[in-house]
């Protein structure tokens, strides 16, 4: 697999609830493209390693190496947009 998308989150935190269920539709939607979902209380060495800002994150890895990083999740098709993009 080319892309890799990991979403960080933290269970508590109102806004990464909604990106995870735009992350549920982004998965459907881009089959071709693997995801993982990371609770960032139990990685903090990756937050750290990564310079993870904020939650929720969404972290996208071209052949193994991290090449954005998104924390405003506009909308769907926004974020569809620049997955697919990266994934040509």
Same mark, same amino acid.
């Given at each position: 697999? &080319? &892309? @890799? ?6 269970? *508590? ?13 982004? #998965?459907? *939607? ?5 995801? #993982? ?8 060495? @990756? $937050? %750290? #390693?990564? =310079? %993870?800002?904020? &939650? ?5 890895? @071209?052949?193994?190496?991290?090449? @954005?990083?998104?924390? $405003?999740?506009?909308?769907?098709? =926004?974020?569809? #947009?620049? *997955?697919?993009?990266? $994934?040509?």
């Amino acid at each position: 697999m &080319v &892309v @890799k998308v990991v979403y960080m989150y933290t269970p *508590l935190c109102g806004t990464c609830q909604v990106a995870s269920r735009m992350v549920d539709v982004l #998965e459907q *939607l881009l089959p071709n493209i693997t995801f #993982e979902r990371q609770d960032l209380n139990y990685v903090p060495d @990756k $937050a %750290i #390693e990564w =310079h %993870i800002e904020s &939650v929720p994150c969404l972290l996208i890895f @071209k052949r193994g190496e991290l090449v @954005k990083k998104i924390y $405003a999740f506009h909308s769907v098709p =926004h974020v569809y #947009e620049t *997955l697919r993009k990266l $994934a040509e």
